[in-house]
């Protein structure tokens, strides 16, 4: 089965400051998602990078795919407390199990004002 | 996108008891998956809703424990049988829409709250 590791598990940092978060798989990565949760509620949709070294944004997140790392990350430029909350990625399954998504442990981001 | 609703928000059950849950979804989607997210935990996919015939459960999971209905392209539901205070979990429903290619995006219900006492 395939897994994820997230890293860092948390941060924290000042506003304004750029950070990156990195989740790696133990397997092939044929779609990679990325969400946000505050604590406690649902997942929004940040970005999926699908298998060939994408790289996407969206106002100050970028999110590439490294797939001969089997890795991912996501940047945050300038970080706002807006940004603050729980980072997810998710592996999709690809195949049979397409749309069967794995999940890392989750990146806990604090920012302070 | 797809706008997507989940009947309760949050529920205080005795053990013992049943609860459904439900997700709607406000256009035809291809795909709806169940995941639960325990305290502190990351989420892990219960089961594949599948239209018209029966739910395809993960490793760990069985029917009788989570029935899963999905009657049509909008709705779902999903039922935690014979709660235990181990099923206190959040609950979400997942959803790829109809005009899905390879790959592409899938959002999440806002989720269920569950505490089992």
């Known amino acids: 089965s395939q897994e994820l590791e997230q890293s860092p598990q948390s941060l924290i940092v000042q506003e304004g400051k750029n950070l990156t978060i990195n989740c790696t798989s133990s397997k092939t990565l044929y779609g990679l998602y990325w969400y946000k949760q505050k604590y406690g509620e649902g997942l929004i949709f940040l970005m999926m990078l699908q298998k060939g070294g994408e790289e996407k944004s969206h106002e100050k997140i970028t999110a590439k795919l490294d797939e001969k790392k089997q890795q991912s990350s996501l940047h945050i430029t300038a970080s706002q407390p807006s940004h603050a909350g729980i980072y997810l990625c998710g592996a999709d399954g690809g195949g049979t199990s397409y749309g069967k998504l794995t999940f890392g442990q989750g990146t806990i981001l604090t920012v302070h004002p | 996108s797809a706008v997507i609703s989940q009947k309760p928000s949050r529920d205080i059950c005795q053990r013992g008891t049943s609860l459904t849950i439900q997700c709607q979804v406000d256009?035809?989607?291809?795909?709806m998956f169940w995941y639960r997210q325990q305290p502190g935990q990351s989420l892990t996919l219960i089961a594949t809703?599948?239209?018209?015939?029966?739910?395809?459960?993960e490793s760990g999971f069985v029917i009788d424990k989570f029935p899963i209905s999905r009657p049509n392209l909008t709705f779902s539901t999903l039922t935690v049988s014979n709660m235990s205070p181990e099923d206190s979990s959040i609950y979400l429903c997942?959803?790829?829409?109809?005009?899905?290619?390879?790959?592409?995006?899938?959002?999440f219900g806002p989720g269920t709250r569950l505490t089992v006492l």
């Open positions: 809703a599948n239209q018209g015939s029966e739910a395809t459960y």
């Open positions: 256009s035809q989607v291809t795909m």
């Open positions: 997942s959803v790829v829409p109809w005009e899905a290619t390879s790959y592409n995006e899938q959002f």
